[in-house]
């Protein structure tokens, strides 16, 4: 285990939900618990349950803003333009999986079955999509790398209305089995702890894991979100006994002290120490239970910024391909990117 602090700074643009509207969440609770305390946990498990993003089809355009209010003005400046989103968006295969009766949006960038071409898969977080982190897959593309990426279930243009740590679990494993062999597996936030709680239990393999600000403790992040919303212990209590019982997960297997001494391959969490949705702590306790799990902390880049960030994309290329750490990085790194750019000639003459 190893830790790095990187220097960067930037405001946090997102805010969290505002007093008025943790107010009001909260005297609903306070009613309906005098009514019935069933319908008050009824009631948190809905809002714990049910994502706020975007849905519906990418478009260029769509995309670019979302990235650029998600990162804030000062990385906003380093985003691929709308017209490199259009190009990316063209060149990617589009379909669907059906995964438990809804209907998962899959994105791809790849070539034949019979390439010997590296596979990055990326897994987006809570309330995001598989393209919040096209200025990473256009990174990795290239580089000359095959890319997937996925919209969860009741995010982007994916089916469904409620979702939770089980369901990205749950997915996410689907759409690996599907690719087969992967050589780097990205996540952020949620779908990075559906990483390392499938790891840890065997279900899927993956060469190296990267991941960016991980939600490390499903059992903490019950407390965070009662903590936001002003609910009461015994409706959180209820709430995660909903939870558990309906997609038959137990939370408590899901912390750093089980799961990280479980996982034995390369990995690398990207962090910064001022992360207001997901706090650095819960990277920093599985890198104390991660013998392999290298900590980079990067002031500034908030809990979105990673997904865009040029600094967090070279630190995240360099684990990838650890040729780009040697001195002649520059030179590798140009040869990369020369056959990224052959790669893209190819699929538009196919």
Known sequence: ???????????????????????????????????????????????????????????????????????????????????????????????NLDIDGERIRCYLWMRSRESKAPVMVFAHGWESQGMAAYPLIRAFIRAGWQVVTFDQRAHGASSGHHAALPEFARTLRTVLGKVGQVDLLVGHCLGATAATYLLSRGQIQVRQLAMISPQSDAVSGTYDFARRWLIPEGIRKGMLSNIESSFRMEFRHVVPEIVGPKLDLPMLALHDPRDRFVPVRYSQR???????????????????????????????????????NDDDSGAQRDSTLARGNRFSRNRKAA
Do not use: W
């Not at 790095?4 to 009001?24: A, I, Q, T």
């Not at 355009?61 to 990235?67: E, G, K, T, Y």
């Not at 600094?311 to 391909?321: C, K």
């Open 1 to 95: 285990m190893s830790a790095v602090v990187l220097s960067e700074s930037r405001r946090e643009p997102h805010e969290l939900p505002g007093l008025k509207e943790r107010v009001n969440v909260a005297f609903e609770l306070g009613l309906l618990a005098m009514r019935n305390r069933e319908l008050a946990i009824s009631f948190a498990t809905h809002l714990y349950c049910t994502p706020r993003g975007r849905r519906g089809e990418p478009e260029s355009d769509q995309v670019f803003r979302d990235a650029r209010d998600a990162c804030g003005p000062d990385l906003a400046t380093s985003l691929p333009s709308v017209d490199e989103v259009g190009k990316l968006l063209a060149g990617c295969k589009m379909g």
């Open 286 to 324: 599985l890198a104390r239970h991660c013998r392999r799990l290298k900590l980079v902390e990067m002031p500034g880049i908030g809990h979105f910024g990673g997904l865009v960030s040029p600094q967090a994309q070279e630190q995240i290329l360099r684990f990838a391909d650890p040729r780009l």
